[in-house]
């Protein structure tokens, strides 16, 4: 197959905000040291032309891009310090902000907002709206931007170093063959490659194992935020208004909470995140989202309001210790791919932003220096060092770690790290994070002859206030052409009939937030209850033959499934470009 080769100076993979920043910020980099040197006023070699393109997988910039959000405006005010005035899509200045520890029917305010979740001076922003502005920007700076070029595969030397990345093929039916319309992907070669793919990157995981990035550090650990947009029919919940919530409908060993946030014409921005690290197999992220919003105060909020977008994404929880090397010969890592998210305060626009930044002040100087080594490259987290992202990750380093004994162990350390500057005094800060799904618990052997939890017996989806998943990824707007392969490798799918349903009841079907995996009887479509119900196994033969079906056109690209799976069979893959949901206003 012939391939294209397109010579770039720098690829950035993915377009969110931390790779955007980093295009912009090094474009501008460029222009002002070749005016200077053009004008006289600084001495050395002009860079001449240097082409920066950005890929991203959605079919627009902005398209895969879901957030809460309130912005920390620190990151967006170094890159545009008047990105008021140059009109970034704000919905509101943060005005008001609550915090509530739900039980199961009352809503008790806390006195006191904790320190972390102090949103004043804050905005309240849609970050896929956010996002396409800033895509705007890099195009009027002259960065090319390539929307749905899925970074299929990074291209390396003999030596490891990274050339570039090659897109994903185009045309390509479900049995693997070309269609008429069969496009190969391009081969981008670029000096430097920077991976901003957001949380769980599929090259950054690749790129990682293959030259131990992660070698010495602690495992990343990772919550699945579940979010919806409700239009109200008044003004109950203004603009600006933000809450938080703790308590219902997690247990105690869960790490969760709920977000609502005030939008601009009475769109409520409402959604929970639920601990990929939790140890019930028969746990549904999704339904405890369903869950949240049945609580009376929650319920009363959206009582004669209309769900009109849904969406769900990871959030990486790891903190400081769980970040990897993030630079090599020829590559960085930036934003969320590199854990740069702060989880305490639920934020990681600002620091993607600043990491971007930093990006791309090194790879300028790298341009200078004609030299793309890991030496040259390594003072990336040097300028991460110095920059106000470590102080901050710093004081929050064990942030998540302490809830591994239950939420008010985990709150008591919360609160002590905010004292201590993060070491709340040697107790917990000696706890090591173990890879989230290695957290999951086998079912009992109550509940493997049927006997599932109750956890949602009670839960109904009455298509008003709470819905299925099929209806809400109806609202994500998703689109992949299914007559290609999937995009979701399940590498052993023997495991899933057998061990799987007997030792955790196929939890696949319950922690994808979009119903993309389903155990269906031989041939037949039954969907299984969220409970999981596994089979009751009386001898070999009464067992129904099960086998797994992937709704792979139904993905929303959150990538629970790549890091929940407690045998790590699932693998999240790029599919064709253009592929995915359309997360517009989220
Ligand atoms: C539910 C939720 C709530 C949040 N709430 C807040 C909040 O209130 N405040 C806050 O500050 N932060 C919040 N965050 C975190 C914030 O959204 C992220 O920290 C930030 O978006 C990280 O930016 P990024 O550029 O690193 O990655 P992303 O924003 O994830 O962007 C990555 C982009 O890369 C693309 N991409 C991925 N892989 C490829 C590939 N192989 N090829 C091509 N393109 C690719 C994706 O489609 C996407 O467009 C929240 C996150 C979630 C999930």
Redesign the pocket.
């Known amino acids: 197959m012939e391939r294209e080769s397109l010579e770039m100076d720098v690829v950035f993979?993915?377009?969110?905000?931390?790779?955007l920043s980093g295009a912009l910020h090094l474009s501008r980099l460029i222009a002002e040291h070749n005016a200077a040197i053009g004008s006289g006023a600084a001495q050395g070699k002009s860079l001449g032309e240097v082409q920066i393109a950005v890929?991203?997988?959605?079919a627009a910039v902005g398209a895969?891009?879901?957030?809460?959000?309130?912005?920390?405006p620190r990151g967006l005010a170094e890159l545009i310090p008047d990105f008021k005035e140059q009109g970034a899509p704000l919905e509101s200045e943060v005005k008001e902000d609550f915090f509530y520890y739900l039980t199961q029917s009352r809503a008790v305010r806390s006195p006191i907002n904790p320190p972390p979740l102090n949103n004043h001076g804050y905005y309240i922003v849609s970050?896929n709206r956010l996002t396409a502005w800033l895509g705007e920007k890099c195009e009027e700076a002259g960065v090319n931007i390539f929307p749905e070029?899925?970074?299929a595969d990074l291209l390396y030397d003999e030596s490891d170093r990274v050339l570039g990345v090659r897109t994903g093929d185009k045309g390509i039916d479900k049995e693997g063959k070309p269609k008429p319309n069969f496009e190969p992907g391009v081969d981008l070669l670029a000096k430097v490659t920077v991976l901003?793919?957001?949380?769980r990157?599929?090259?950054t995981k690749k790129l990682i194992r293959r030259l131990g990035l992660d070698e010495g550090r602690e495992p990343q650990v990772y919550s699945l935020?579940v979010?919806e947009l409700w239009e109200l029919p008044d003004d109950r919940y203004p603009a600006g208004r933000v809450t938080h919530t703790l308590g219902f409908p997690s247990d105690q060993w869960t790490y969760g909470g709920g977000w609502i946030y005030g939008m601009q014409n009475r769109v409520l921005n409402i959604?929970y995140?639920t601990g990929l690290d939790y140890r019930d197999p028969l746990i549904d992220p999704h339904a405890e989202f369903q869950k949240f919003k049945t609580h009376p105060f929650i319920a009363k909020l959206l009582a004669g309001g209309k769900m009109i977008r849904y969406g769900a994404?990871?959030?990486a929880a790891g903190g400081m210790n769980a970040m990897p090397r993030m630079y090599s010969d020829g590559v960085l890592i930036?934003?969320?791919?590199a854990g740069f998210?702060n989880a305490a305060r639920?934020?990681?626009?600002?620091s993607?932003i600043k990491s971007g930044m930093l990006a791309a002040e090194t790879i300028f100087e790298a341009l200078l220096a004609e030299d793309y080594s890991s030496a040259k490259l390594q003072t990336f987290e040097a300028r991460v060092k110095e920059s106000w992202i470590t102080p901050e990750l710093r004081r929050y380093r064990n942030f998540h770690a302490g809830f591994r004994h239950g939420r008010w162990l985990g709150m008591a350390n919360a609160g002590l790290q905010y004292l201590t500057g993060g070491r709340a005094w040697g107790i917990f800060d000696r706890d090591h994070q173990e890879p989230g799904h290695e957290a999951m618990e086998k079912l009992s052997p109550h509940e493997r002859n049927g006997n599932v939890a109750a956890r949602y017996r009670d839960l109904r989806f009455d298509k008003k206030l709470t819905f299925d998943k099929v209806t809400d990824v109806y609202h994500a707007a998703v689109g992949h052409d299914e007559d290609q392969p999937a995009h979701l490798h399940v590498l052993d799918t023997n495991i899933c009939a057998t061990r799987c349903t007997e030792e955790y009841g196929n939890p696949c079907q319950r922690f994808c937030p979009a119903a993309v995996y389903e155990m269906v009887e031989s041939g037949s479509q039954v969907s299984v209850p969220i409970d999981g119900n596994p089979t009751v196994r009386e001898g070999a033969n009464a067992r129904p033959r099960r086998q797994l079906q992937i709704n792979f056109s139904n993905c929303v690209?959150c990538k629970t499934c790549d890091i929940m799976d407690p045998y790590q069979i699932i693998n999240w893959v790029?599919p064709e470009g253009g592929g995915g949901p359309d997360y517009v206003g989220m």
């Open positions: 993979v993915g377009a969110g905000p931390a790779n890929i991203e997988k959605g895969h891009i879901l957030s809460g959000a309130v912005m920390d970050l070029f899925p970074g901003g793919e957001g949380v990157g599929s090259l935020g979010k959604g995140v994404k990871a959030i930036v934003g969320d791919s998210l639920l934020k990681g626009i600002h993607a690209h790029t």
